[in-house]
């Protein structure tokens, strides 16, 4: 049995990289391994070496609002923001460094919700949501904060939190806040608003932004995730609540995520400048872009499956016209079918089921960012999949 995470019980028992034909595919979680094969050809160009003396201290940089922030990080981070264009990261906005983009949503839930009011503050978020939050809302049964659900039906006079997820987890659509009240503060889940995800539109600058690594380059392990944040006051509790919880965030991963956002910045103005090989945004989007072709071949021919198409856009990074290509697909099966994901597990396909984001069971969200072997026998077992007279599931 899969535990609620999503990650398997025992490492490797549900996690083959070389899948044999009839093993268990787990693309409940969005695990990016697909991206190995492009840091693999960077061979050492990302390599770290630390020695036994080095990075010993809690502190990094005493004077900065976030103390625990590498300086190379900070540097990598608002770097690869300017050459992106996804969102300002200019001098006067503060980063808070995570471990983890999970661990800043919940800095961020402490900073934004006080103690010592009447009630605890709501915590909302518009359906299909990421599953994450409404866990990470109720683990500690706090007082602060309380975990109200879908934010289309949130209609309390009270204080609230509104999550921003854009492009979304699971449909992978682009959004802006629904609740319409202005007794509400906003964090922006980004992690997705990358070029291989999706047409850079606009600059976003709100007021709590989260990015994080692992959907950024693809390095889930390191466990790096930042916040851009406008107001010095709420990144100072942002950062309290770090220092608290963990002192802090693991130099090693942050110089490694350092290394690798400045890497990824000199390949794509070094191939800007006319070299022949990919960068990893190109390379990354054009797995993307297959991947979702040959899905859409498979859900054609379906009698069961369905997905919603994506709008184009204009793309000011890439300079051209693309549809979203989601890191995840949000599949919705026929009406005769009561639980896809029950359905795709009898075929050892493991999906998380969409009443995990405040929606129905016939819809499952299933991960794109697997290894190359894991996604083409997902397709085709999904090829093959069909409802028999009576096992209406
Ligand atoms: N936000 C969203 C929308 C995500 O999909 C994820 C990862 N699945 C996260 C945050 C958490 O990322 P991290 O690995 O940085 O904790």
């Known amino acids: 049995k899969t535990p609620a995470s999503g990650l398997p019980a025992v490492s490797g028992e549900t996690w083959p990289t070389t899948p044999s034909p009839d093993a268990v595919l787990n693309l409940d979680v969005g695990d990016p391994t697909m991206y190995e094969a492009y840091w693999k050809g960077a061979g050492d160009r990302c390599s770290l070496v630390i020695s036994g003396s080095e990075l010993m201290s809690y502190i990094s940089n005493p004077g900065s609002t976030c103390w625990f922030l590498e300086p190379e990080l900070d540097k990598s981070i608002r770097r690869i923001h300017d050459l992106v264009g996804n969102a300002v990261a200019e001098d006067g906005r503060h980063i808070v460094v995570g471990t983890g983009s999970t661990q800043l949503l919940q800095a961020a839930l402490y900073a934004l919700c006080p103690p010592g009011l009447p009630k605890p503050t709501s915590v909302v978020c518009a359906a299909p949501y990421y599953s994450c939050y409404q866990e990470v809302t109720e683990l500690l049964q706090s007082n602060l904060y309380k975990w109200e659900g879908d934010a289309h039906n949130f209609d309390k006079d009270g204080p609230f939190v509104e999550i921003v997820t854009s492009p979304n987890n699971p449909d992978g659509l682009v959004r802006e806040a629904v609740v319409n009240c202005p007794n509400g503060k906003l964090v922006h889940d980004l992690a997705y608003y990358w070029p291989h995800y999706t047409p850079i539109t606009r600059q976003a600058d709100y007021d709590i932004m989260l990015f994080t690594f ?97 709008p184009r856009d204009y793309c000011l990074f890439s300079a051209e016209f693309f549809e979203t290509h989601p890191a995840f697909a949000w599949l919705k099966c026929n009406n005769k ?25 016939t819809y499952v969200r299933v ?27």
């Open 367 to 393: 991960s794109m960012l697997s290894g190359e072997e894991v996604f083409n026998l997902f397709l085709e077992r999904l090829s093959t999949i069909k409802i028999g007279i009576g096992n209406g599931n």
């Open 214 to 310: 692992s959907k950024c380059s693809g390095h889930a392990g390191s466990r790096i995730g930042w916040a851009i944040v406008k107001d010095k006051e709420v990144a100072v509790k942002m950062t309290k609540f770090m220092e608290v919880t963990t002192i802090g965030v693991s130099k090693e991963s942050q110089l490694r995520a350092a290394k690798i956002l400045g890497t990824i910045c000199d390949d794509c103005q070094a191939f800007n400048a006319n070299t022949k090989s990919e960068s990893f945004f190109d390379h990354a989007k054009r797995l993307m872009t297959e991947r979702w072709d040959k899905l859409h071949e498979v859900i054609k021919r379906s009698e069961i499956f369905s997905l919603a198409k994506f």
């Open 337 to 361: 079918v009561k639980d896809s994901e029950g359905l795709l597990r009898g075929h050892k396909i493991l999906t998380r089921s969409g009443n995990r984001f405040g929606a129905d069971r």
